[in-house]
T-cell receptor
Framework: TQLLEQSPQFLSIQEGENLTVYCNSS?????LQWYRQEPGEGPVLLVT?????EVKKLKRLTFQFGDARKDSSLHITAAQPGDTGLYLC???????????FGTGTKLQVIP | DSGVTQTPKHLITATGQRVTLRCSPRSGDLSVYWYQQSLDQGLQFLIQYYNGEERAKGNILERFSAQQFPDLHSELNLSSLELGDSALYFC?????????????FGQGTRLTVV
């Protein structure tokens, strides 16, 4: 069974602070996705990373895929209250039968 | 609004009962996915259909079944319900069928088994 561990599990920070969320596994993935889920809503895809070592930026969010394609990180610069939510990583290879979602990081940004 | 519609939004039922959850994918999407999200297990992939055919199976119990109809809507049937089946059930859809294709999630159906 492929496992994806996310850390930290919970994060409460002040507006304007920076933070990093980690997603780690012992398995290799062909690609990894990051989602944000707000209360009462389904997850929304933020990014897909495919190449080992790849870095993608989405405004204040920076995503990195590990060189060995086993881990990933999400860095948020100058967090805003609108960033509040549950962040999930998901890894897979080939078909969906081996898709694994991370344990989740619940982020609260206090104004 | 993702364009994926799930009904009902909330469902309360007793143990041992059977329920059907419904999903209408985004216009043009051929793949439909079902997920279960619970506090202890997190988000788990259950099953995928593509253009009416089963494509991938995840951690779906034998008491659960799904199908995708010719008009591409999908239903997830949960039977012999147990307290532990209480969870949020999400449907998602995408144009393609492979892992990595962007999928859009519905708002979910919250199932409570009492």
């Amino acid at each position: 069974t492929q496992l994806l561990e996310q850390s930290p599990q919970f994060l409460s920070i002040q507006e304007g602070e920076n933070l990093t969320v980690y997603c780690n596994s012992s398995s290799v993935f062909s690609s990894l996705q990051w989602y944000r889920q707000e209360p009462g809503e389904g997850p929304v895809l933020l990014v897909t990373v495919v190449t080992g070592g790849e870095v993608k930026k989405l405004k204040r969010l920076t995503f990195q895929f590990g060189d060995a394609r086993k881990d990933s990180s999400l860095h948020i610069t100058a967090a805003q209250p609108g960033d509040t939510g549950l962040y999930l990583c998901a890894g897979g290879s080939g078909g969906y039968q081996k898709v694994t979602f991370g344990t989740g990081t619940k982020l609260q940004v206090i104004p | 609004d993702s364009g994926v519609t799930q009904t009902p939004k909330h469902l309360i039922t007793a143990t041992g009962q059977r329920v059907t959850l419904r999903c209408s994918p985004r216009s043009g999407d051929l793949s439909v996915y079902w997920y279960q999200q619970s506090l202890d297990q997190g988000l788990q992939f259950l099953i995928q259909y593509y253009n009416g055919e089963e494509r991938a199976k995840g951690n779906i119990l034998e008491r659960f079944s799904a199908q995708q109809f010719p008009d591409l809507h999908s239903e997830l049937n949960l039977s012999s319900l147990e307290l532990g089946d209480s969870a949020l059930y999400f449907c998602a859809s995408s144009v393609g069928q492979g892992w990595g294709t962007e999928a859009f999630f519905g708002q979910g159906t919250r199932l409570t088994v009492v």
